[in-house]
């Protein structure tokens, strides 16, 4: 017996979902611990250099196994015709009209959710996975006023491609606030509580650093302007280390060293750069300056 497991990140034209990669990983783990041999395909935009269907060859398989997902389309309907000579099952999967070809052409189908039947759970649940830093990013905009000193787009395009490589949850963070629109934060209290919930931010905006470090949560921060601007000196009023600045750009150079990115990323994530974050509040002299400026005191 040689089973391939497909879903339909297994597809070209399908889609990647977490649930759906996590149940297709559940019958791996099922079938190698049955001493089943196996293959996983994937589509090579989710997952390049993996199986692809067009190169898992059906004359070397007994059977089909689908995972996950809705049965329906001419895509699932292709592998009946593809996998013709293999017992096709589908398990962990909905199913929305039984007589769908879809559905019709597998030789047992073990729905999750079905007419006329119990639910199962859904495969999702079986694997564990590992713990991964949860990392905040916040990105400063375009910030004209520094004219031919401001690097944002070049700086943003060269560390999300970096941070796009790191094994971490990424979570996008703005901090404008706008209580109409329920992607944004209406408060300052509501970015504040979920900065103190992250490992780590990644921030090229002085709010960033500066909120991050005030709730005890280390950052990562690149100043986007050459020669640095407001994101280093907040870096040095705070005795904060983990500050990138770039010199004016050379044309055709990276602005950002990948390996010194690399460097304040496990500094910041050490004990050291946990235990360095402040959680502290501003020196709060400069309302005393305000105040004997207004002769209020």
Partial sequence: ????????????????????????????????????????????????????????????????????????????EELHRRYARCTRVAVGVSVIDPDDPAVAGFDAVLARDAPAEAPRRD??????TPSVPVVGVVLAPG?????????????????????????????????????????????????????????????????????????????????PVGGGAKVAAQARAWSWPAVVTVPEPRRGEPLLDPAELDRWWEWALSPEGAARAPAAAADGAVIGELLDVLGAR
């Avoid at 495969?123 to 564990?128: E, F, H, M």
């Fill in 143 to 223: 910030q004209p006023e520094y004219g031919g000193r401001r690097l944002h787009d070049r700086i943003q395009r060269e560390l999300t491609d970096w941070l796009a490589a790191r094994e971490c949850a990424r979570l996008p963070l703005d901090t404008r606030l706008d209580p109409r629109d329920w992607r944004l934060f209406g408060t300052a209290a509501e970015l504040e509580s979920a900065l103190r919930r992250l490992d780590l931010v990644v921030t090229t905006r002085l709010h960033g650093l500066v909120l991050a470090l005030k709730n005890g949560v280390p950052a990562l921060a690149v100043d």
């Fill in 1 to 76: 017996m040689r089973v391939l497991v497909a879903g339909w990140p297994s597809f070209l034209h399908g889609e990647a979902t977490a649930g759906d990669v996590l149940a297709m990983e559940a019958v791996r783990r099922g079938l190698a611990e049955a001493g089943v041999e196996c293959d996983l395909a994937w589509s090579p935009v989710f997952r390049p250099g993996g199986l692809e269907l067009d190169r898992a060859d059906p004359a070397s398989y007994t059977h089909l196994v689908f995972a996950c997902g809705p049965l329906h389309g001419p895509q699932i």
């Fill in 123 to 128: 495969l999702a649940a079986l694997p564990a």
